[in-house]
């Protein structure tokens, strides 16, 4: 992932780690440890129709709380996960908790849409797309509710054997995201060329709604551009009801932020599903091209 994944920088303070500067290895031993003896969460964050306000899906985002070093943040964990190759067993992990978990909303009448950050060294393991099939058919999840959060350094190596993977994704049914667009170095040549189904803008472009007029120009353009090619688009790090309206009115269609809710432990995002209401997602024309 390209942004804010300077390499090296896990020394960096967080306030969320007590124990501020900490070695790589301590940390990586440290995260080992947490998934062996369950300090190791996936919370739920809402996507929300922006019209509506009723949810109508779930990222999963990991969460480590640690007995020494408190909440240790995905941008400190996932990083140092990437590069030391265990990204694969956690990666792992999180879609089995997680595609349990919509089971769950679906058996509960909310089939809602749970979306599953994948890293690039997950989604090059020759067996990912098997892995997956086997997953979903255990568990009795549609593949048309699961979708995979992918960035767009995922297409820069390999990319004709991703593209096949992608497309065989596609044909079982599992959606296709972009995540943090925007912020890759990819062309948009790949938009119509591969099956991608939603857009995610990156909450950097957000931030600035509905003041920042370069924030304003390039949101909109996003938002025309997925509605061209019949991409869904959902905003992230919506904070505000002022940036929400902004959104509204370019006629972006989802959004996840704090507006609504931040990632949730799953009891507490299976009671936000019964009082905020959920809109099963509609069944999108499949993407015009590539799929
Ligand atoms: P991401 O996939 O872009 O996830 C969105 C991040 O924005 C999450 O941070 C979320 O908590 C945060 N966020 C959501 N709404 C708001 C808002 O309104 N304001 C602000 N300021 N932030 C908001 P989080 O949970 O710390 O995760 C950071 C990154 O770590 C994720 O970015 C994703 O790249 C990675 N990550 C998290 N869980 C997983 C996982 O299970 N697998 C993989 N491969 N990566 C993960
Ligand atoms: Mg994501
Ligand atoms: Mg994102
Ligand atoms: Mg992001």
Redesign the pocket.
Same mark, same amino acid.
């Given at each position: +992932?390209v942004k804010e994944r300077g390499r090296g920088n896990y020394g960096f303070y967080q306030p969320q780690m007590n124990a501020g500067l900490l070695s790589r290895m301590q940390l990586e031993h440290a995260m080992r440890q947490a998934l062996a003896n369950g300090r190791l969460a /996936?919370?739920y !964050?809402p996507q929300v129709c922006i019209q509506t306000g009723h949810v109508t899906g779930a990222? $999963?985002?990991? +969460?480590w709380t640690d007995p020494e070093f408190g909440v240790v &943040? *995905? &941008?400190v964990f %996932?990083p140092l $996960? #990437?590069e030391s190759g265990y %990204?694969v067993t956690?990666?792992a992990w999180?879609l089995e908790q997680?595609v349990l978990e919509a089971v769950r909303w679906m058996q509960a009448g909310y089939p809602i849409k749970l979306s599953?950050? /994948? &890293?690039a060294l997950?989604f090059r393991q020759p067996d990912f797309v098997q892995r997956l099939t086997r997953l979903l058919e255990a568990e009795g999840l549609p593949p048309t509710l699961l979708e995979l #959060?992918l960035?767009e350094t995922i297409l820069l190596q390999d990319a004709q054997e991703m593209a096949l993977r992608l497309k065989a994704l596609a044909d079982l049914g599992v959606g296709l995201v972009i @995540?943090?667009f925007g912020t890759g170095y990819s062309s948009l040549a790949y938009l119509k060329k591969l099956p991608i189904h939603k857009l995610?803008i @990156? !909450?950097s472009f957000v +931030?600035g709604l509905p003041g920042d007029e370069e924030d304003r120009a390039i949101v909109g353009a996003i938002v025309n551009m997925g509605r061209a090619l019949r991409i869904e688009v959902v905003a992230? =790090?919506? #904070?505000t009801e002022a940036q929400r309206a902004a959104l509204a009115q370019m006629q972006c269609h989802h959004y !996840? =932020?704090?507006?609504c809710a *931040? =990632?949730l432990a799953a009891e507490a995002f299976r009671r936000l599903l019964v009082t905020q209401g959920v809109d099963v997602p509609a069944n999108l024309p499949a993407p015009p091209r590539g799929g």
């Amino acid at each position: +992932r390209v942004k804010e994944r300077g390499r090296g920088n896990y020394g960096f303070y967080q306030p969320q780690m007590n124990a501020g500067l900490l070695s790589r290895m301590q940390l990586e031993h440290a995260m080992r440890q947490a998934l062996a003896n369950g300090r190791l969460a /996936v919370h739920y !964050q809402p996507q929300v129709c922006i019209q509506t306000g009723h949810v109508t899906g779930a990222e $999963a985002l990991m +969460r480590w709380t640690d007995p020494e070093f408190g909440v240790v &943040s *995905p &941008s400190v964990f %996932i990083p140092l $996960a #990437e590069e030391s190759g265990y %990204i694969v067993t956690l990666g792992a992990w999180v879609l089995e908790q997680s595609v349990l978990e919509a089971v769950r909303w679906m058996q509960a009448g909310y089939p809602i849409k749970l979306s599953v950050n /994948v &890293s690039a060294l997950e989604f090059r393991q020759p067996d990912f797309v098997q892995r997956l099939t086997r997953l979903l058919e255990a568990e009795g999840l549609p593949p048309t509710l699961l979708e995979l #959060e992918l960035t767009e350094t995922i297409l820069l190596q390999d990319a004709q054997e991703m593209a096949l993977r992608l497309k065989a994704l596609a044909d079982l049914g599992v959606g296709l995201v972009i @995540d943090d667009f925007g912020t890759g170095y990819s062309s948009l040549a790949y938009l119509k060329k591969l099956p991608i189904h939603k857009l995610k803008i @990156d !909450q950097s472009f957000v +931030r600035g709604l509905p003041g920042d007029e370069e924030d304003r120009a390039i949101v909109g353009a996003i938002v025309n551009m997925g509605r061209a090619l019949r991409i869904e688009v959902v905003a992230e =790090g919506v #904070e505000t009801e002022a940036q929400r309206a902004a959104l509204a009115q370019m006629q972006c269609h989802h959004y !996840q =932020g704090f507006l609504c809710a *931040p =990632g949730l432990a799953a009891e507490a995002f299976r009671r936000l599903l019964v009082t905020q209401g959920v809109d099963v997602p509609a069944n999108l024309p499949a993407p015009p091209r590539g799929g």
